[in-house]
């Protein structure tokens, strides 16, 4: 496939690839059934990103785009394996976690929704019209959902006296 025919140069194509390979195997470890459909959710994400490119043309950050492709390849290999996706693992911990964590105690109090909202926003680092676009909603919904999983995120640390505020 040429990219030069979908608009973008090979060597902007490698960029993109080259620059959000990390995020996107990531975003995959944490969606994926496991930690080989991971590596394969990301190589999944990347061709279809190339296939895709006659869509993409340009329509802000490339990693927005990307994170859209890989929430749609991780969901495709839990449908496959008829399993639901499970956030964060409480059995297994964190490979930095030496001991209780309150914040990731309470990330796992959240709805599978907001941590991924919180995830997209806050560990990638997107705009929340770039949160919008990944979950196929309007800016006005991305925003509130992200506030909500604040507000819940927040309730879950004061309950647990782990909260910030003295």
Request: aromatic fraction near 8%; hydrophobic fraction near 35%.
């Amino acid at each position: 496939m040429s990219f030069e025919r979908n608009g973008l140069g090979e060597e902007e194509a490698r960029r993109i690839v080259e620059e959000h390979y990390e995020s996107v195997l990531a975003y995959c470890r944490r969606h994926a059934p496991s930690g080989e459909d991971a590596y394969d959710a990301a190589q999944e994400t990347f061709l279809r990103f190339v296939r895709s490119l006659p869509k993409y043309r340009d329509r802000g950050k490339p990693l927005a785009f990307l994170l859209t492709i890989a929430r749609n390849v991780c969901a495709d290999s839990y449908r496959k394996r008829g399993r639901l996706w499970e956030p964060l693992d409480e059995e297994t911990p964190a490979p930095d976690d030496h001991g209780t964590d309150p914040v990731r105690d309470a990330l796992r109090a959240l709805s599978r929704e907001q941590q991924e909202v919180l995830e997209l926003r806050y560990d990638q680092g997107l705009q929340v019209q770039e949160v919008a676009r990944v979950l196929g909603v309007s800016r006005f919904a991305a925003g509130r959902r992200i506030a909500a999983a604040l507000e819940t995120l927040k309730a879950e640390l004061e309950d647990d006296g782990k909260g910030m505020t003295p």
